[in-house]
């Protein structure tokens, strides 16, 4: 039972690179999400997606892009990386309804 | 706008003791999530309360919801050392969405 996996684990990147960072969930659930956390904000929703082809904003997208092309995978592009994107990213997955969110291992992205 | 408060937010206390931490939330909602987050790991749901006077136990820990308040409370009773983590409370922005805002984490220590 794999569940959900984020890649990489770590990442150091340069200020203007664009960064892909990956998620991949083997439960078929419908709703997946990424989320940062950042010491003092807590964890704030980049984006969400309903289903393959549906993603919605959430409160911080600025700088990020999504897609959903396949239930299972939902890669978070950040276009031209800056230092204030520096973070932990955290991928998500649900069912519809009222069920819990489960949550990847996390990456750890420094912009330098 | 939907906002998600803890208390306390910090929380060190000797093993064996009772507390509680609470959740409150600024608009109507018939749902609340709660996570624990260790160190340096992931976020691992605890509690999914579905309705007013929602009571949920696992061990030590004990959830409850109040909807007409806007509270919900995590009881610890007699805290092992194991307990010391940081928790979350979560409320979806709406009441048939998966859009959640975090609480900002109480985070707990547990002295032996």
């Known amino acids: 039972d794999a569940g959900i996996t984020q890649s990489p684990r770590y990442k150091i990147t340069e200020t203007g690179r664009q960064v892909t960072l990956m998620c991949h969930q083997t439960w078929s659930h419908s709703y997946m999400f990424w989320y940062r956390q950042d010491l003092g904000h807590g964890l704030r929703l980049i984006y969400y997606s309903a289903a393959a082809d549906i993603t919605d904003k959430g409160e911080v997208p600025d700088g990020y892009v999504v897609s959903r092309s396949k239930t299972e995978n939902f890669p978070l592009t950040l276009e031209s990386a800056t230092r204030s994107q520096t973070s932990v990213y955290f991928c998500a997955s649900s069912l519809a309804g009222q069920e819990t969110q489960y949550f990847g291992p996390g990456t750890r992205l420094l912009v330098l | 706008e939907l906002k998600v408060e803890q208390n306390p937010l910090f929380l060190s206390m000797q093993e064996g003791k009772n507390y509680t931490i609470y959740c409150n939330y600024s608009?109507?909602?018939?749902?609340l999530y709660w996570y624990r987050q260790d160190p340096g790991k992931s976020l691992e749901s605890l509690f999914v309360l579905l309705s007013n006077g929602a009571v949920k136990q696992e061990g030590r820990l004990m959830a409850s919801l109040d909807t007409k308040a806007r509270l919900s409370t995590l009881h610890i009773t007699a805290a092992v050392h194991d307990l010391s983590a940081t928790y979350f409370c979560?409320?979806?922005?709406?009441?048939?969405?998966?859009?959640?805002?975090f609480g900002p984490g109480t985070r707990l220590s547990v002295l032996p």
């Open positions: 979560a409320v979806p922005r709406d009441n048939y969405g998966q859009n959640f805002v």
């Open positions: 608009t109507t909602s018939d749902r």
